[in-house]
């Protein structure tokens, strides 16, 4: 996957925010009207290109360059993005589900912090290269990168933030 493969990808996330962004100013029932009818649709896609020889062939003639290589073969992450947008929207309350939303479409930024765990860089493949090589040519740093990812990770785990986002709204 190329580097403008790859943005083309945090695109797609990033336009998931107009659901976030719906649901701070219309109603649940209008935001549900608009988004299970695209998560259906998206998915019924998906089923159909997975049996189907001649429209999997089409489809990924189309979509080749945005499908991580597991997605060829199982359902998109933008159809699982829809169908877990409906779920958060269906089922929790406009606060939490808003903020699952959000979370949904900038997670991975937003679990990153620049230089902790990982690095944010812009988008060229050169300053790209250049961490990969850093990270490649010092095991210390890279087992520190290590360490500090993992310790990230646990601090946003699923029961965690769970936990942070029922306390918030207990107090």
Known sequence: MTLLDEIG???IHLSSLAISIGYLF???DSV???IIPIAAGSLILDLAR????????????VSKSLLKKDERARLTGSTYLLLASVVC???FPRPIAIAALLFLALGVSASVKNGEGGYLCEPSV???ADKVCELLTNDSLRKHKAAQAKLRAEQLSSVKMAKRLVDCYSE
């Open 9 to 11: 990808r945090k695109l």
């Open 26 to 28: 219309l109603s649940r």
């Open 32 to 34: 549900l009207r608009v």
């Open 50 to 61: 997975l049996r189907s020889r001649l429209l999997g062939k089409t489809f990924l003639k």
């Open 89 to 91: 929207v269906f089922f």
């Open 126 to 128: 050169e300053t790209f």
